[in-house]
């Protein structure tokens, strides 16, 4: 048989192996081998050892010797029967260095002093088998129980050529995958983060540019726009300095028309309407035609202050009236905010309308005043409300002639009442 521990073959009759003082079941079949058992795997786990019958034929106790490398510490440490070690033969110690049949304690698992239980107790190096060894455990890789020790083979040539072929496949594939996984993606990515980056310049750029342009549009909308105004407000400017320039002067006429004057302003009453003097003020109501006949200018300034007394109508200013001829211009202002030029055509008795249209300084309400004013040279006529410009209009109907003051209905009761009227020639 052959030891569990290190499977070197054992003497008949051995207790312990001499190679490593492992303990050996007594009185075994040299040529026996212990029955396989399916839990013993390498690394000795699951290992049961076989039972023993009860009546096992006895063998003489041949004399073992141990061989020279046995290390002295296996026979010191309690695993043999003795604690000094068999020398050789002539060396003065015994020649059967075991103990006889007659004195060796029953086998592991046989009834025996001591020995209660039928069951075979663990293994050698299992817990509980209450003896101890170096070495509990076979090492992992050597045979299992029973199996000779077999010595491990050498790589042949072939072999070493083939794992030197998969090395060099493992390192070209480490290579690969380093390209493909690491190095050509990094390189996509950098390609891409340049493309975006070119991308986002280009962009940027762009919308730059187009911010650039339209902030230049914006600064052009905003400088013709501010231009425009300016202009406007340059001919407005203008404009109110010919309304300023010719209302400047000493005025050719100054009447206040809290009663008539050398001016002759014809008054009258009658069912259409009425034109006189009341309250410290020339009144004109409904269909009211007050004309100065003591007057008459070519070119000139003409101003009087106008007061809503009723709002049912139109008021305003008569000017280059010439009876005769039956012409004569009339602006006047209503009680919406408009305002209107018109002129009397000879011969017809009709009324053209010149110009006409809105503006926000005229004021509406019953008892709000304005200031109504025209600026007359040649063919060119300039309005004025409360001094703001409303309109210009170039028309050569009627050279020069008297001037007045009127009102006139459009089916609801119109009143306005009218003082300080002045003229400067220009």
Aim: hydrophobic residues 35%; proline residues 9%.
């Amino acid at each position: 048989m052959n030891c569990s521990n290190c499977g070197r073959s054992l003497p008949p009759g051995a207790m312990n192996c001499p190679n490593c003082g492992a303990s050996t079941p007594y009185n075994v079949t040299p040529s026996a081998t212990p029955p396989s058992n399916p839990n013993n795997q390498y690394g000795g786990q699951g290992f049961q050892n076989p039972q023993q019958p009860d009546s096992s034929p006895q063998y003489p106790a041949y004399p073992s010797y141990p061989p020279a490398n046995l290390a002295q510490q296996s026979w010191n440490e309690g695993s043999g029967p003795s604690s000094n070690p068999p020398s050789q033969p002539g060396g003065g110690t015994p020649a059967y260095p075991y103990p006889s049949p007659s004195q060796q304690p029953p086998l592991y698992g046989q009834p025996g002093p001591g020995i209660s239980s039928p069951q075979q107790p663990p293994l050698y190096g299992q817990p509980g088998s209450g003896i101890s060894s170096p070495q509990q455990q076979p090492l992992y890789g050597q045979p299992p129980y029973g199996q000779p020790v077999q010595r491990r083979r050498g790589l042949s040539g072939a072999m070493v050529a083939i794992i030197i072929v998969v090395v060099l496949l493992l390192i070209g594939g480490s290579a690969l995958v380093y390209y493909s996984a690491v190095y050509h993606p990094a390189q996509l990515h950098a390609q891409a983060t340049g493309t975006a980056q070119a991308y986002l310049n280009a962009t940027a750029l762009a919308n730059t540019h187009a911010t650039g342009t339209a902030q230049a549009y914006a600064s052009a909308t905003a400088q013709v726009q501010a231009t425009a105004t300016a202009q406007v407000q340059a001919t407005a400017n203008a404009l109110l300095a010919i309304y300023t320039t010719a209302t400047s002067g000493t005025p050719a006429l100054n009447d206040s028309l809290a009663q008539n004057s050398a001016s002759n302003w014809a008054t009258r009453s009658d069912a259409n309407g009425s034109c006189l003097f009341t309250g410290g003020a020339l009144h004109a109501k409904d269909v009211g035609l007050c004309i100065a006949t003591g007057t008459n200018f070519s070119n000139f300034a003409f101003q009087v202050k106008e007061t809503n007394i009723k709002v049912g109508g139109v008021s305003g200013l008569l000017f280059r009236l010439n009876a005769a001829q039956q012409k004569a211009y009339l602006f006047s202002i209503d009680g919406n905010g408009g305002y209107d030029l018109s002129a009397l055509k000879p011969g017809q008795n009709s009324v053209q309308t010149l110009s006409v249209g809105t503006n926000t300084a005229i004021k509406t309400a019953v008892g709000d005043s304005n200031l109504i004013a025209v600026v007359v040279r040649g063919t060119t006529i300039y309005m004025f409300v409360n001094q703001q410009y409303m309109a210009q209009v170039d028309d050569s109907n009627s050279a020069s002639g008297s001037i007045g003051v009127f009102s006139s209905t459009n089916g609801s009761p119109e009143e306005a009442a009218f003082n300080n009227a002045e003229v400067w020639r220009l």
